[in-house]
């Protein structure tokens, strides 16, 4: 059995922004407890999405460095005539 490990966590606010954080809480049915959690859950999981995220980025970059190392990549300024003429072909369709 999980057991629930509970401790204080102190947040200055100026007057209005608690009010109104406790007024919409309690509209809700909730605790401000519970939206906090809630928000800091969410703030953890958009953290740890950003850090995926770069990490797949710089993964890809690596990939694409590792490509053109072996030559098997294609040069920038291939990639940007292709590029270029795809977008005038899109620029040219009704």
Not at 68 to 93: H, K, T
Request: net charge negative; proline share 1%.
């Amino acid at each position: 059995m999980l057991v629930s490990e509970e401790t204080t966590f102190t947040l200055t606010l100026n007057s209005q922004l608690r009010d109104a954080f406790i007024a919409e809480a309690a509209a809700e049915g909730l605790t401000t407890s519970q939206v906090a959690e809630a928000l800091i859950r969410q703030y953890l999981a958009q953290c740890q999405q950003a850090r995926d995220e770069e990490a797949l980025f710089q993964q890809m970059v690596e990939e694409g460095r590792a490509s053109m190392r072996a030559g098997i990549g294609i040069s920038n300024e291939q990639v940007e005539a292709e590029s270029a003429a795809w977008c005038a072909a899109l620029l040219r369709q009704p």
